[in-house]
Structure formats: C-alpha cells, structure tokens
C-alpha cells in the first residue's frame, strides 16, 4: 500500500514499478478521501485539512513522481 500524502513512500513505489514494468503509459489517481455528510458549519477543520491533504497533495506527490516516467 502507498501512503499518497508521504512523498517518500509515493516515491518508493514508482521506483519498484520502474524497476519492474519500466515506463508508465498512464495513470489514474482514484484515492479520494470524503467528510462525511453534515453541515458545512459542522466539519471540522482537522477532517477539511486531511481531505485537501489526501485529494490535492496526494495527486501532486504522485505526479511528480510520475511525470518523468510518463515522459521515458
């Protein structure tokens, strides 16, 4: 399992794919993480935070490490 939002773990595994497969032709980010349904005035800002961490610098961390792959 990758960790998305540690860009060492992200990292880690690019470099085992590269090692393994070689380029990246594609990729598809489908980690999301949800607040559960309640009053926006109820969300905390802790649950807003790891949701922007997860969805937002989750995909930058694993572009970044894909790009160079995806370009080969």
Not at 2 to 12: F, G, L, N, R, W
Not at 47 to 68: S, Y
């Amino acid at each position: 399992m990758v960790e998305v939002t540690d860009p060492s773990s992200v990292q880690a595994a690019f470099e085992t794919f590269k090692h393994r497969f070689g380029k990246v032709h594609a990729v598809v980010y489908t980690t999301s993480l949800e607040i559960p349904q309640q009053w926006f005035s109820k969300v905390e800002a802790s649950q807003m935070e790891r949701a922007l961490h997860v969805n937002v610098m989750g995909l930058f961390n694993v572009m970044q490490c894909a790009i160079p792959l995806l370009r080969g």
